[in-house]
Each structure stands twice: as C-alpha cells, then as structure tokens.
C-alpha cells in the first residue's frame, strides 16, 4: 500500500488478557519504530528495526512487552498481560532511511488500545 | 528525563497572525531536529526539519529556527490558518537514531 497500516485501528481488551498490534510498512522502507502515545502524554520511543541487524528494544517499558519484524516487512507488538496503564495509541513507522542518516518518518494511524 | 520538552501544552491565536511553538532540548548531541503535525485519529506527518550546523530552514509559511547556545528550537507559522490547528511535535535524533519527542503542543487557530 501507499502508506504505513496498522490494525487494529482500535481494541478494548480485559485486563490480563494478551494483545497482538500489527503494522505493516511502506514497502522498501528497511527501518520500522513502534511509538506510543498515552492520554496527555508524548511519544514515547518503544522498539526499532534497522534491516537484519538486531532490533534497539531500549523503550521497552517491561517484559511483558515483545515485538518481531518478520522478513523485514510486517512487524507484530505483542502486549501479554495487559494491564490498565497499557493504553494508548500505539503508532508504527517506517523509514527509508539508512543507518547514520535521518529520513523523516512516515506514520501509520495507531491502534488505540483500551484495557478495562 | 524528557530530552525534549515543549512546555506549552497548548497555544491559541487568531487566524492571520504568526504562531510560535517553542521546543527545547538538554542533548547538545542532537544533529537533526524535526516537526511533525498530527490530526485527531491520524498519525503524525513530518512538515519540516534542520540540521545542527543551520539556524533555519524556511518552507512556505513555516519556518524553523535553531539555537544551539540556548539548545531551543521554534516552529513560526505565517500566516496561520484554521487548518493549522492541530498537536505538534518537535523531535531531535543522534546521527539517524531514534527520534526523541517532545510532548507536543496544541495549536489552535481562531477564525
């Protein structure tokens, strides 16, 4: 497609339950982040892929947080045991931009996650 | 420790006139700053960035200033329009790493 998508576009899930977020890049883009965004709050950095090489998963808020990129395209944000603070936008982009170089991101439109 | 801090969560001013959103950052290492708009329900969209070694780059009615002394940056749209309004995010990277937010900061633009 022409742009970043991610699905769900939104998700009400229960507490403790596990959640999967995907998002799917802009074809040929060889770096994808995954950003989250809580109520009244910025963009927190969560993981990154660049290529092959192993992924950054230095904003991983705990362990309970996972992510892949499989064949460097699709990537999967793996939330287990979600818990109340857990929601938010989770938004994903990707960027043809090589390692050492900036290329602005291109955003998708977020899932909007909701723990009850 | 927020490394970019925009500290006016939200800013109003009357369609015609200029808007200044302000942008600072603790990191002297940061080589690349960037803007990004984002509408309700829409991921953000990049709308313009500069390097450390400028101190602005001009695109149309925006223009970014840098102040590497002060470690501030600012987003000056002339003339604002209604459009304009939405939440925007100033963003600073270390050699084409991760880009580091700010908080964001609410534009309104009065008809």
């Known amino acids: 497609g022409a742009g970043v998508s991610q699905s769900p576009s939104n998700k009400v899930t229960e507490k403790g339950k596990d959640v999967e977020l995907r998002c799917d890049p802009i074809?040929?883009?060889?770096?994808l982040y995954w950003y989250r965004q809580s109520l009244g709050q910025g963009l927190e950095f969560l993981i990154y892929?660049?290529?092959?090489?192993?992924?950054?998963k230095s904003g991983l808020p705990s362990d309970r947080f996972s992510a892949e990129r499989t064949g460097g395209s699709v990537s999967t944000l793996t939330i287990q045991r979600t818990q109340q603070e857990d929601s938010a936008v989770y938004l994903c982009?990707?960027?043809?931009?090589?390692?050492?170089?900036?290329?602005?991101?291109?955003f998708g439109s977020g899932t909007r996650l909701t723990v009850v | 420790d927020q490394q970019v801090k925009q500290n006016s969560p939200s800013l109003s001013v009357q369609e015609g006139r200029i808007s200044i959103l302000n942008c600072d950052y603790t990191?002297?290492?940061?080589?690349?700053f960037l803007w990004y708009k984002k509408y309700p329900a829409e991921g953000p969209t990049f709308l313009i960035s500069?390097?450390?070694?400028?101190d602005k780059n001009e695109d149309g009615r925006f223009t970014v200033f840098l102040n590497k002394s002060a470690k501030h940056l600012s987003l000056h749209i002339v003339p604002s329009q209604p459009g304009d309004s939405a939440v925007y995010f100033c963003?600073?990277?270390?050699?084409?790493?991760?880009?580091?937010f700010g908080g964001g900061t609410r534009l309104m633009v009065k008809p």
């Open positions: 074809s040929g883009h060889t770096a």
């Open positions: 982009a990707s960027t043809y931009a090589p390692p050492g170089t900036v290329g602005g991101y291109t």
């Open positions: 963003a600073a990277s270390l050699r084409g790493n991760m880009l580091t």
């Open positions: 892929f660049q290529g092959n090489s192993a992924p950054d």
């Open positions: 500069i390097s450390s070694i400028k």
């Open positions: 990191n002297s290492m940061f080589d690349y």
